[in-house]
C-alpha cells in the first residue's frame, strides 16, 4: 500500500480480554516494528522483524504479548489477558530494511488501546 | 543499552524565533539518527534522516547535525512558525533497535 495500515484505530476492551492489533506495512518493505506508547511518553520498542522472524523480541513486556508475521507482510499483536496498564498507542512502522544507515522508518498512525 | 536523552522536555518560544533542539545518546555505535515530528493523536512524521558517515542534513527551515563520537545531535529550526508546534522526537539505530527519545514538546505562540 501507500502507506503504513493499522487497525483498529480505537479499541476499547475489557480487563481480562485478548485483543489483537494489525499492522499492514507499505508494500516491499522487509523490517517491521511495533512500538508502544503510553500517554505523555516516548516511544517504547516492543518487537522487531525481518521478513517473517523475529531477531528481537527482547522489548515485549509479559509473556501475554506476542506478535507474528506471514507472508513478510502484515503483522499481528495479540495481547492476552488485557491489564489497564496495557492502555496505550500501539504504533507500527515498516522499512526497506534493518542495518542500512539510510534505512528511514515509516510509522502507522496507530491503535489506540483502552483497557477498562 | 542505547538510551537516548531529549532536552528540554517542554519549550514554549514566539514566533519567528530561531531554536534549537537537543538530542543525546550513550552507544555511538548507531548507523544513522533521525528526527521525527509527532502531532497530538497522530503517528509519527519522519523529517531528517542523517546516516552515521554524515555530519548534517537539511530541509526548508530545518537542520539538523549529528557529532557521533560525543553522542549528540541538535535540530535547528530557524524562523519557527506556530505550525511548528508539535512534538519533536529523536531515534538512534543501531542493531536490531530503534531507540527514541522522549521527546521536546514545541510550542510556537502566533
Known amino acids: 500500500g501507500a502507506g503504513v495500515s493499522q487497525s483498529p484505530s480505537n479499541k476499547v476492551t475489557e480487563k481480562g480480554k485478548d485483543v489483537e492489533l494489525r499492522c499492514d506495512p507499505i508494500s516491499g518493505h522487509t523490517a517491521l516494528y511495533w512500538y508502544r506508547q503510553s500517554l505523555g511518553q516516548g516511544l517504547e520498542f516492543l518487537i522487531y522483524f525481518q521478513g517473517n522472524s523475529a531477531p528481537d523480541k527482547s522489548g515485549l513486556p509479559s509473556d501475554r504479548f506476542s506478535a507474528e508475521r506471514t507472508g513478510g507482510s502484515v503483522s499481528t499483536l495479540t495481547i492476552q489477558r488485557t491489564q489497564q496498564e496495557d492502555s496505550a498507542v500501539y504504533l507500527c512502522?515498516?522499512?526497506?530494511?534493518?542495518?542500512?544507515?539510510?534505512?528511514?522508518?515509516?510509522f502507522g498512525a496507530g491503535s489506540r488501546l483502552t483497557v477498562l | 543499552k542505547q538510551e537516548v536523552t531529549q532536552i528540554p522536555a517542554a519549550l514554549s518560544v514566539p514566533e519567528g524565533e530561531n531554536l534549537v533542539l537537543n538530542c543525546s545518546f550513550t552507544d555511538s555505535a548507531i548507523y544513522n539518527l533521525q528526527w521525527f515530528r509527532q502531532d497530538p493523536g497522530k503517528g509519527l512524521t519522519s523529517l531528517l534522516l542523517?546516516?552515521?558517515?554524515?555530519r548534517e542534513q537539511t530541509s526548508g527551515r530545518l537542520n539538523a547535525s549529528l557529532d557521533k563520537s560525543s553522542g549528540r545531535s541538535t535540530l535547528y529550526i530557524a524562523a519557527s512558525q506556530p505550525g511548528d508546534s508539535a512534538t519533536y522526537l529523536c531515534a538512534v539505530s543501531g542493531g536490531f533497535k530503534t531507540i527514541f527519545g522522549a521527546g521536546t514538546r514545541l510550542f510556537v505562540k502566533a
Open positions: 542523517i546516516q552515521s558517515s554524515q
Open positions: 512502522a515498516s522499512s526497506t530494511r534493518q542495518g542500512s544507515g539510510a534505512n528511514v522508518l515509516t
